[in-house]
């Protein structure tokens, strides 16, 4: 049985989908802080499974240790955090307390039932302004923000672990730039309020929520000038983690992987994309640059192809077929459905 922290959200549900369709049995444990159960009661829809669904904070030790307790647990993916940039240079204290505390939390509870196999959510925030593009597991590693750096000392704390006793297996997953959506439109992303990020941005400008976009910044030295990111499909990015739990499970030690495309697109192409995906009009202006931004950043994915056997098949236009078919049937998210009444306390 795999347990899935932070599963009801955008990529766990993705993950929770993936690993179903494998024939895992799920165990979630989210506290519904930024997700909604409905998310997780599409996915047994989608997959005709059913997860288990602890309704649990990870500081919560008791109640972690009883879901231990409860299921025979093989593995863990660890999602559960807080990863708004932005609110984690407000709120620092939260961002440190809520990822770091939930990771020792976690460790520990796991370390007691003798469950040594975990993957973790990082992101390439880790490499800060990268030296060169594409970027590669070696990079140097400096984060700007609280956020990033909740990343990065978890990401050393894991190996800090793996040293200590090296029957741990731990791979550290550095998501590139997630977006889209399950291509059956019912699960995606779903931002409380203003959305943060460039594709649930454009995607709300598509279906009237928001007039026009604003692009931060046309005086990077980019292709066009707008900022370049290695965008990844979120399905895609689920079934990295079906090949790096295969890898935990097979072996021990302690490993970090880029999983992106190795592709970047700048936020003018990918606005042109998904016009061109979707049929609507993005009427954007262009505005300073975001504080805290970085020109350009796309990865080497080759260690992920070489070691997982993984590698990011959707481009672009499925990308943004998939985010806009999300939208386009949920214009509220998860909010107008009936919520998921499957659940432990
Ligand atoms: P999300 O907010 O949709 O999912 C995170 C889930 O964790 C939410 O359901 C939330 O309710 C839950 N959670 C938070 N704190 C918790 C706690 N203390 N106890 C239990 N549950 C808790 O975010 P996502 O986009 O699905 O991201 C998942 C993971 O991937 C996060 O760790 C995030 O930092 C990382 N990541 C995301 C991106 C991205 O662009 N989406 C990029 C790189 C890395
Ligand atoms: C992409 C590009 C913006 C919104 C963030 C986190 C990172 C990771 C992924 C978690 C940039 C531009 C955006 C808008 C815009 N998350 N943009 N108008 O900043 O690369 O990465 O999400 O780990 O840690 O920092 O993604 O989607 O916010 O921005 O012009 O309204 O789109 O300036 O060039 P980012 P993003």
Not at 98 to 122: P, R
Not at 215 to 232: A, C, E, K, L, M
Request: hydrophobic residues 35%; aromatic residues 10%.
């Amino acid at each position: 049985m795999i347990l899935v922290t932070g599963g009801a959200g955008y990529i766990g549900s993705h993950i929770c989908v993936e690993l179903l369709n494998q024939g895992y049995e799920v165990v979630v444990v989210d506290n519904l802080s930024n997700s909604q159960l409905e998310s997780l009661r599409r996915v047994h829809e989608l997959t005709g499974k059913t997860i288990e669904f602890y309704e649990v904070d990870l500081l919560h030790s008791e109640k972690l240790s009883q879901v231990f307790a409860n299921h025979p647990i093989d593995a863990v993916i660890h999602l559960a955090g807080l990863k708004a940039v932005g609110e984690s240079v407000k709120m620092p204290l939260k961002y440190y307390s809520n990822n770091l505390t939930g990771t020792f939390t976690l460790c520990e509870v796991m370390k007691e039932f003798n469950v040594k196999k975990l993957i973790f959510s990082s992101s390439a925030t880790v490499y800060g302004t990268p030296e060169r593009n594409p970027i590669e597991e070696s990079a140097s590693l400096q984060a700007a923000n609280p956020y990033g750096r909740t990343k990065l000392m978890i990401e050393e704390i894991l190996e800090d672990l793996y040293i200590s006793d090296q029957s741990f297996s731990i791979s550290v997953l550095r998501y590139f730039n997630p977006i889209g959506a399950h291509p059956s439109g019912r699960i995606g992303e779903n931002p409380k309020g203003i959305p943060n990020n460039l594709m649930p941005y454009i995607t709300q400008v598509a279906i009237g929520e928001y007039s026009e976009l604003q692009v931060f910044g046309n005086d990077y030295p980019t292709i066009d000038g707008t900022g370049v990111r290695d965008f990844i499909h979120v399905v895609d990015l689920a079934k990295g983690h079906v090949k790096a739990l295969e890898y935990v499970t097979a072996e021990t030690g302690y490993e970090t992987y880029n999983l992106g495309t190795g592709e970047g697109y700048s936020v003018l192409q990918i606005v042109h994309a998904f016009e061109k995906a979707s049929g609507r009009k993005i009427p954007y202006k262009i505005k300073g640059r975001r504080s805290g931004d970085i020109a350009e950043c796309f990865s080497d994915p080759s260690k992920a192809e070489a070691k997982l056997g993984w590698k990011a098949e959707k481009g672009i236009n499925d990308m943004c077929e998939d985010a806009w078919k999300w939208q386009r049937n949920n214009p509220n998210g998860y909010s107008s459905e009936r919520s998921y009444s499957y659940s432990h306390d």
